[in-house]
């Protein structure tokens, strides 16, 4: 597989990218990736290159992206606990069956995740099969263009995989059946793929209304407080005199909760350009 990807022909693509410009004349970039994909995408254009070139730092979601061993050793120091209840008890009795049929789907023993907790069942059911597509994100392609340049966290993955192992149960609980509902859309990465490929954040902004992201309390954990905590650090880093390139994903950017809505809220000029 890892052969297949080094020989795939790169997807053009025209994806998201905005310039912040500060009451201050403080200037930065925001730009929108996605974190896997079927094969390799063309997403460093002349804008965005020159856009990375201009900058002097870069922040992400998180700097070990690329490290899988690392990301798994803290997804499974935080995922487990003893005591807990089968996982079948864990989803109302009619989304068993599709319980069952994902597990089977995705070639996992549910006796393997007896002692498992709930959001981390819901994110091992929700990540992609292939290697290689996570291999393809572009958040990796960004770290690995960057030469040299710091590269600040915004999260990390113990901070990232933290807020999902702080919900409160009930809230696993309606992720997990976000996951299991929302099975189909998960493995149709072809669909995600071309919207982030035309820089289309009309249907982005869509998608972040849908599956888990329809459920109030998830959608103000993991998209809204996200974001707040994000510009935070964004307009800290402009005001301090630094001109970040800011790569996350593409659906963080997304309507008035989004990015780029908060940062024009706190007086920023920010516009699209690609």
């Not at 982030?196 to 009309?202: E, F, H």
Request: glycine share 8%; net charge negative.
């Amino acid at each position: 597989m890892i052969l297949a990807a080094c020989t795939q022909k790169p997807l053009p693509a025209d994806p998201a990218l905005w310039h912040i410009i500060g009451p201050d004349e403080s200037e930065g970039w925001l730009f929108g990736t996605i974190h896997v994909a079927p094969a390799p995408l063309q997403w460093k254009t002349a804008k965005v290159a020159a856009a990375l070139d201009r900058s002097d730092e870069v922040l992400v979601e998180l700097a070990n992206v690329a490290d899988d061993a690392a990301v798994a050793q803290t997804f499974a120091s935080l995922s487990h606990s003893p005591g807990l209840p089968p996982m079948s008890e864990r989803v109302p009795p009619q989304r068993r069956k599709a319980l069952d049929a994902l597990l089977s789907k995705r070639g996992i023993d549910p006796v393997n995740m007896h002692d498992m907790e709930t959001w981390a069942v819901a994110l091992t059911l929700a990540r992609p099969q292939d290697a290689d597509d996570a291999a393809n994100g572009v958040d990796r392609g960004v770290l690995a263009a960057a030469k040299g340049k710091p590269v600040i966290e915004l999260e990390g993955a113990k901070g990232q995989l933290s807020i999902f192992d702080t919900l409160p149960e009930a809230e696993q609980r309606d992720l997990l059946n976000a996951v299991i509902d929302d099975a189909g859309a998960l493995d149709d990465e072809g669909k995600l793929v071309d919207i982030w490929r035309k820089g289309d954040m009309r249907r982005i902004e869509a998608e972040t209304r849908t599956g888990l992201l329809a459920d109030p309390e998830l959608r103000t954990a993991l998209f809204i407080a996200r974001n707040e905590r994000w510009t935070k650090r964004i307009t800290a880093e402009l005001r301090a005199g630094r001109k970040p390139f800011v790569a996350v994903g593409a659906a963080h950017m997304a309507g008035e909760d989004g990015l780029v809505g908060m940062l024009a809220r706190q007086g920023y000029t920010v516009r699209r350009i690609q």
